[in-house]
């Protein structure tokens, strides 16, 4: 084993891989692809894990989550330098001697057929980089008195928003807002939401 494999882990990700059938790994990469082009919401793992399972082939939980992160690893990395299939299949040999040849050939088939639309999604994900709102609380509290007011007696509301940002770091913001301010803000989720229906 080159001792790059065995210092990121890739021998095991690729002995994995090398398990599958063409056909099983094709249909793995497929799923990957189709996640990468913006045309699903996520890899399914279970749906992976259930297709492999009833073509016999026997992976446990982790050694299929390897298998996936490599292939997303090696798909969105080709996708970033704009690879032909000839250099993926380059740089998968140059990073491991275990990789037999029908493994090869699928995966350069498959990315000299998907490449180009991963390419293009990732552009536009760089373009749109920005993050996702994953949870919003709020209370509403009133403030009594402040440094230059002694009797201020005026309700506010604190908002509290969770956000995905894009390198998948979780991040709170908060801030606070008069009840008119809230009232806007409130108005105008609504008008967001209605249009997000409609696309």
């Not at 999604?121 to 994953?134: H, K, N, T």
Request: charged share 20%; hydrophobic share 40%.
């Amino acid at each position: 084993m080159r001792a790059s494999e065995e210092a990121c882990g890739i021998g095991n990700s690729v002995d994995n891989i090398c398990r599958l059938s063409p056909d099983l790994l094709a249909e793995a990469c497929l799923h990957i692809l189709i996640y990468l082009q913006g045309q699903g919401r996520g890899v399914d793992s279970a749906e992976i894990s259930d297709r492999f399972q009833s073509a016999g082939v026997r992976v446990d939980h982790e050694a299929l989550q390897s298998i996936i992160r490599f292939l997303l690893l090696t798909f969105r990395s080709a996708g970033k330098s704009n690879i032909s299939g000839d250099e993926l299949v380059s740089r998968l040999e140059d990073g491991s001697s275990k990789w037999p040849k029908a493994s090869l050939q699928v995966l350069h088939r498959l990315w000299t057929e998907h490449g180009a639309s991963v390419h293009a999604q990732q552009d536009v994900q760089a373009i749109f980089s920005i993050g996702q709102l994953v949870d919003m609380q709020w209370k509403l509290s009133m403030a009594v008195s402040s440094d230059t007011c002694r009797s201020l007696n005026s309700p506010y509301v604190c908002l509290l928003l969770k956000v995905v940002e894009p390198s998948g770091h979780i991040c709170q913001r908060s801030f606070e807002m008069t009840i008119p301010q809230f009232q806007n803000f409130h108005k105008q989720f609504k008008e967001m939401a209605a249009v997000m229906e409609t696309v």
